[in-house]
Nanobody, 123 residues
């Protein structure tokens, strides 16, 4: 059973930085996709960053490209999302999710989710 637990959310001023973490356990996938999703009130859940193993790499939504960075620790037990130059419209709940194989833009195809961590962007 894959378990994901996000942390690191909180309050940040516009233009500030925040680093989110996602602790993973019970991971049995050899090839997988780890993704950060964002749920902004009144909008659909948006996939903003992914880390894949086959092929190995990362990719980002246009809305965060150049400002957010997804990474994994050396032990591959924790996924991070470094958020820089955070914008007011990015206020919301951030989730990490995992699935075997390649990534998908359909959240329904990710069987494993964390509980989410709240990011509040306010001056």
């Amino acid at each position: 059973h894959v378990n994901l637990e996000e942390s690191g959310g909180g309050s940040v001023q516009p233009g500030g930085s925040l680093r989110l973490s996602c602790a993973t356990s019970g991971f049995i996938y050899v090839n997988y996709c780890l993704a950060w999703w964002r749920q902004v009130p009144g909008r659909q859940r948006e996939r903003i960053a992914v880390l894949t193993t086959a092929p190995a790499g990362t990719s980002y939504a246009d809305s965060v490209k150049g400002r957010f960075t997804v990474s994994q620790d050396e032990d591959k037990n924790t996924l991070f999302l470094q958020m820089n130059d955070v914008k007011p419209e990015e206020n919301g709940t951030y989730y990490c999710a995992a699935r075997a194989g390649d990534c998908s833009l359909n959240p329904g195809l990710f069987p494993s989710w964390g509980q989410g961590t709240q990011v509040t962007v306010s001056s």
